[in-house]
């Protein structure tokens, strides 16, 4: 298994879509950073606390959730897209044993993802108001802003790939979690909000203290990821082991 696990890790470093992925990450993290930050200057006496704009600047880096979401359904999707996904099942001698692998190499991807996260978020306040007359006020809250970030981005690595699997198809999988992540919650939320406030994509802004109106409490919220996680899960592997493979 250990060597199985390994297989599936390199695939996941292999090739340029993991790295691309991030980096676009890191730009909208950035710009969303800073036109906040502008937002903030703008308001002159009306902007609010140090402590605010600081828990602002590090929950502002939860959108590195989607790139972890999409590199760990890549893993997925490129297999069943191109036919290899056989190969990969006789290979590791069961599909059971594929999809653990691929499930704890994912797992593991999206813990990268987390810690690289935490740090460039847990500095990104000095960074923004270096010279400004505002300085960064570090509080408890922040620290629990910056590891519910960190733990959406764990868990949306997980989602991706229950996703994929779900899904199989790497255009559709990919367009699906776009349309969920960035319309679907969000409009469900204000057209429904005793609906939205159910979707993963909302239970994760719970957690990452968005800030948004109607959104979860952080236990609830986590009970509602968990979930989801779990029915995906179920999903996942009733079709992977019962579904005829391409």
């Not at 990821?225 to 079709?239: D, M, S, T, Y």
Request: aromatic share 8%.
């Amino acid at each position: 298994m250990r060597d199985l696990v390994g297989a599936e890790w390199r695939k996941i470093w292999t090739g340029k879509a993991w790295w691309s992925l991030a980096v676009t990450a890191f730009l909208l993290c950035v710009l969303a950073d800073a036109g906040y930050l502008q937002q903030e200057l703008d308001k002159g006496a009306a902007a609010g606390t140090d402590g605010q704009l600081t828990n602002t600047l590090v929950q502002g880096w939860f959108m590195v959730e989607l790139a972890a979401a999409l590199v760990g359904m890549l893993l997925v999707t490129r297999e069943f897209g191109s036919g290899a996904i056989c190969r990969s099942v006789l290979l590791g001698g069961s599909r059971a044993r594929l999809l653990t692998a691929k499930l704890l190499a994912g797992v593991a991807s999206g813990a990268v993802f987390a810690i690289g996260t935490g740090v460039v978020a847990a500095v990104s306040p000095w960074v923004f108001l270096a010279g400004r007359d505002q300085r960064p006020d570090w509080s408890m809250t922040t620290t629990w802003t910056l590891l519910g970030v960190m733990l959406v981005v764990l868990a949306g690595a997980l989602w991706g790939i229950l996703l994929g699997m779900v899904i199989r198809q790497q255009v559709v999988a990919v367009v699906v979690l776009l349309l969920s992540t960035w319309l679907v919650s969000g409009g469900l939320l204000r057209l429904a909000p005793d609906v939205g406030k159910f979707t993963i994509d909302e239970a994760m802004a719970a957690v990452y203290r968005s800030g948004d109106a109607g959104v979860l409490s952080i236990p609830w919220a986590l009970v509602v990821i968990a979930a989801w996680i779990v029915a995906a899960g179920v999903a996942a592997r009733g079709l992977f082991l019962r579904r005829d493979l391409p």
